[in-house]
């Protein structure tokens, strides 16, 4: 009998742009998302999945919504980087939607990434003139003029469509494009270990039996693409702590750097990998951010099938210079998983032992030694 195929392995078909197919997903799976969500509102994680599902379900302007809501939120408690990527993921399915284009300008506008911005701001202009807008055409104008690195063919356009208008030394309108209410200037506490902690990710109970007890509704028993849909290989864990490290910092600091490389983490999270690997180019250009960006691509390589460039990414990590102890330890771990999922036992085997000698009391590395002595018959 041929299994059927796994909530969440249907999901994905979305991601791959597969627009034009609507996926059968129960009211049952919408119903239960949405119930969560009353207890939890500002679960990020959460909203996703139900825009997702709304996604599957062909049922685009509620996913669009759901993926607005989603960005807000990250917004507001200033995940800048996961707002970008959802707001990004919105410009796929919907290339001139307003607020994900005001966004996005506005947010690389305040990193200093003027042409990044105006690109957005122009998106934004063409949907207020196509629309009859002629207001807020003008005021998005004047606040491209403002910042775009070549001001001229945006100065020509203004006298094409505004001739009776007179340009101002600085526009007025330059700080009224935003669509999100100000954050507080106070730093946010990230609970740990209360009530409130589901708040961000809820890596225990929101990642872990709430997926199992909602893929239930649309699975066979012991499916074998469950093992597929583990979320801490996702890396919500590292993009937490990442996002996490980061948010009591200025937010007028532009780190090129280090906004690249939590990009690339965000569009990971949203499995969109191309985007992610795109952005991780850039991050690896950074001395600083270059061993992260490495071992990232490495996962997301390996999760792509491709276990040979997974490799070289680890292999390029090891030969830098001045590692740490527990850098050592992370690359040769992730080197065993990849030569064991290449077949290559015995080097894996070898590679699990370098790292175990270092931290005896590491749990999964005992656990893959273990596992591949008895595989190989090596006491």
Do not use: W
């Not at 049922?59 to 990527?85: G, I, M, Q």
């Not at 949907?127 to 775009?148: F, P, R, S, V």
């Not at 100000?182 to 109970?205: C, I, M, V, W």
């Not at 200025?250 to 983490?265: G, Q, S, V």
């Amino acid at each position: 009998m041929t299994k059927k195929p796994s909530f969440f392995s249907r999901l994905k078909k979305v991601l791959t742009r597969h627009k034009d197919t609507a996926i059968e997903v129960s009211d049952e799976v919408i119903n239960s998302f949405e119930e969560q969500l009353k207890q939890s509102p500002n679960n990020f994680r959460l909203r996703l999945k139900l825009a997702d599902t709304y996604m599957a379900r062909g049922e685009r302007e509620k996913a669009l919504d759901e993926y607005c809501k989603s960005a807000r939120l990250y917004l507001e408690h200033d995940f800048t980087p996961l707002a970008v990527a959802t707001y990004k993921k919105i410009l796929n399915e919907e290339p001139q939607h307003l607020e994900a284009n005001l966004e996005l300008g506005r947010i690389y506008r305040q990193k200093k990434f003027f042409a990044d911005a105006t690109s957005y701001f122009r998106m934004a202009f063409d949907y207020y003139h196509e629309n009859a807008l002629n207001d807020k055409a003008l005021q998005t104008l004047e606040t491209i003029i403002e910042i775009a690195p070549d001001k001229e063919p945006y100065r020509q356009l203004l006298k094409e469509r505004f001739p009776n208008h007179q340009e101002n030394a600085k526009s007025i309108y330059s700080d009224i494009i935003v669509t999100n209410k100000e954050p507080s200037s106070a730093p946010l506490q990230l609970p740990e270990d209360n009530d409130d902690a589901n708040f961000f990710f809820d890596l225990g109970t929101e990642l872990g039996d709430e997926i199992e007890e909602i893929d239930d509704f649309s699975r066979t028993e012991n499916d074998s693409d469950s093992t597929e849909e583990n979320p801490l290989e996702h890396g919500v864990e590292e993009i937490f702590q990442a996002l996490k490290s980061t948010i009591n910092e200025e937010k007028d600091n532009a780190d090129t750097d280090k906004f690249h490389y939590n990009l690339a983490l965000a569009y990971n999270e949203l499995k969109m990998p191309e985007q992610a690997l795109l952005e991780s180019e850039e991050a690896l250009k950074s001395a600083d951010y270059r061993l992260q960006t490495l071992l990232l691509r490495s996962r997301i390589f390996l999760n792509q099938g491709s276990a040979s460039t997974a490799l070289s990414q680890i292999q390029q990590g090891l030969l830098e210079k001045g590692l740490t102890r527990q850098e050592f330890i992370t690359f040769k771990l992730q080197l065993g998983l990849i030569l064991k999922k290449m077949g290559h036992n015995p080097q894996a085997l070898e590679a699990f032992r370098e790292a175990y000698a270092l931290d005896p009391e590491n749990v999964d590395l005992a656990h893959e030694i273990e596992s591949l002595e008895n595989s190989t018959g090596k006491s």
